[in-house]
């Protein structure tokens, strides 16, 4: 029954759970019928031994023999030779219908098993269909993008054969500018270091002179910046001492003008801003321009200011304008040098080695 059951419950699971409105009815058969195949198996045996008797009977021929004859030996045949071999045929057939039933569940298992496989394969197969699709459409686009591609990329061949050629004629006129800049550099005195859209770095230099050469004096490098708005910011950035204090400003017209008048004060002063230059390595000195004005630190205490005339040293004069002690004025009465024009350079080694101060 348990082999039945498993069958059915893989065939047709509804054949195990009938309806609830007909339960009663079927639960009232199934009792019915079990007690009828049992009050049957009591009407075959009975049905057996009423045969065997009246086999007997029909035997003999007076009463007395029934009585005197011994009990007969049970019968090789007949109804429950039969009955055995029914029993025993029906025994088999159940056990046969058993293997079947068995076999049959392992086939049925087999099937679902096979049919689960399938699904799993008729998804993959559906997901493999969509991943194809999707790199079809992939294929496509890049496809596209490449003729993109290979368009622009025939354009820009294009453009880049116009840019090369428009790069030679620069080239051919950068070494023109080049040429005309170095020549112009040795006229002009100016020395260009970089150049962008906005600034400008050029380094000024003095021509040799009979007292100085043009690399004892530091050059001076000077930053020029403009605007869209036509204006100029000229400011020093290095150099020997600060000709320009701040920064000039002015229209982009005046810029030559700004330059020029720049490299002739710093011509002019070649040989005072050499020497300051010198100084500086041996005393502590500091020089104002806009006051002409040297001053020498002796000590903590003691300064010295010295004062420069225009044209010094070919037509002007230094000489010692005050000293001062903590700030208090110091009578110089005493100071007596051995000539009366004495150069900045003399100035300060004699002010160094006078025991009045």
């Known amino acids: ?16 759970d009938p309806d609830p409105e007909c339960s009663e009815e079927t639960a009232g058969t199934l009792l019915f019928l079990t007690d009828s195949r049992s009050v049957q198996k009591v009407f075959c045996r009975q049905l ?38 029914l029993k025993v045929k029906n025994r088999l057939g159940v056990e046969e219908t058993e293997a079947l039933l068995r076999t ?20 993959q197969l559906h997901s493999k269909v969509q991943q194809r699709e999707e790199l079809e459409v992939s294929l496509l686009k890049a496809q596209n993008a490449l003729c993109s591609c290979d368009q622009q990329l025939k ?16 080239q051919q006129l950068r070494n023109e500018l080049q040429a005309h800049a170095a020549a112009s550099q040795d006229v002009m005195q100016i020395n260009l270091l970089a150049f962008s ?19 004892e004096l530091e050059p001076l490098r000077l930053l020029v910046t403009w605007s869209s708005e036509d204006r100029f910011g000229l400011q020093v950035e290095a150099g020997p001492v600060g000709l320009v204090e701040g920064c000039v400003l002015g229209r982009w017209t005046e810029l030559s003008t700004a330059l020029l008048r720049i ?6 002063q070649a040989e005072l801003l050499s020497e300051i230059q010198n100084l500086r390595t041996s005393f502590a000195i500091d020089w104002h321009p806009a006051q002409r004005l040297l001053v020498y630190l002796k000590s903590a205490s003691l300064v010295c200011h010295l004062e420069v005339e225009e044209g010094y ?16 004025p110091v009578d110089t009465s005493g100071l007596k040098p051995r000539k009366e024009d004495l150069s900045l350079t003399e100035w300060l080694v004699f ?4 025991a009045l101060l």
Not at 104 to 123: E, Y
Not at 156 to 167: H, K, Y
Request: proline share 6%; hydrophobic share 35%; aromatic share 2%.
């Open 1 to 16: 029954m348990a082999e039945i059951r498993a069958v059915l419950q893989r065939c047709d699971p509804c054949l195990l």
């Open 48 to 85: 057996f031994v009423l045969d065997s008797m009246m086999s007997l009977l029909e035997g003999l021929d007076t009463s007395q023999q029934l009585m005197t004859q011994p009990c007969p030996p049970l019968p090789e045949g007949g109804a429950r030779s039969r009955w055995k071999a």
């Open 104 to 123: 049959l569940q392992d086939r049925v298992q087999q099937i679902h098993d096979r049919r689960r496989k399938l699904t799993q394969l008729v998804q």
């Open 155 to 170: 354009q820009l061949g294009a453009e880049s054969e116009t840019e090369l050629g428009q790069l030679t004629v620069w």
């Open 197 to 215: 859209q906005s600034e400008l770095r050029v380094d000024l230099r003095p021509r040799p002179c009979s007292i100085l050469s043009s690399n």
């Open 263 to 268: 490299l002739q004060c710093f011509v002019g």
């Open 313 to 328: 040293p070919g037509c002007g004069r230094a000489r010692l304008k005050s000293v001062r002690r903590d700030g208090q």
């Open 351 to 354: 002010l160094c080695s006078a």
